[in-house]
């Protein structure tokens, strides 16, 4: 059997972490795990820190403290790759900022519309990023589309045609 997979009680008993405080515990949390800075998700920078898989009980509580950071999440004209899902997810779900690198082109407004037809189809997660760290509410635009017709019953084929005269006048302004 795995260590991940063992229960936590003999290795947390020993461990001397676990004997002080959970206040204090939360503070190595904290300056082990939380920056001020954006972190970049990419092919450098994709997992979680090592801290987090060490055992179940340091994951279970330092997590939320992790999750506490702004993530960049750079996509290559809003590509909605398993990897990017992911990390989609966890931001809508914390309410935390994913702000994305700009794009241009045709393939751009292919791979939203293929993102948007998820998120109507309820297989794919609503883009999310806090007013203060947008840059891009443009795209936030798109989903509240999405949003408002669907909760008026549309079906996807009207949902895209207001999306595309949506996309030309984007395109023209």
């Known amino acids: 059997m795995s260590a991940a997979l063992l229960p936590p009680s003999a290795d947390v008993k ?6 002080i405080a959970p206040e204090l515990r939360n503070r190595i949390y904290h300056d ?18 090592a801290l987090l898989h060490t055992c179940r009980q340091i994951r279970k509580e330092a997590l939320k403290i992790f999750e506490s950071n702004s993530f960049c999440l750079p996509m290559i004209a809003l590509g909605y790759t398993a990897p990017t899902a992911h990390w989609i997810h966890r931001a809508s ?5 994913v702000v994305f690198t700009k794009s241009t082109g045709r393939n751009i407004w292919d791979n ?7 998120y109507y189809e309820e297989s794919s997660h609503r ?7 947008c840059t891009q509410s443009t795209l936030a635009y798109a989903f509240d589309i999405v949003d408002v017709m669907k909760s ?10 207001v999306l595309e ?4 006048t984007v395109n023209d302004g």
């Not at 779900?93 to 900022?97: A, D, F, L």
């Not at 019953?153 to 949902?159: A, G, I, N």
């Open 14 to 19: 020993r461990s001397h972490l676990f004997r």
């Open 32 to 49: 082990c795990l939380f920056t001020e800075e954006l972190i970049v998700v990419d092919a450098n920078c994709s997992r979680e820190p």
């Open 93 to 97: 779900v914390r309410k935390h900022g």
């Open 112 to 118: 939203l519309f293929d993102w948007l037809k998820r």
């Open 127 to 133: 883009w999310n990023c806090p007013e203060d760290l």
């Open 152 to 161: 008026g019953d549309s079906d996807w084929d009207m949902v895209q045609g």
């Open 165 to 168: 005269i949506w996309r030309r």
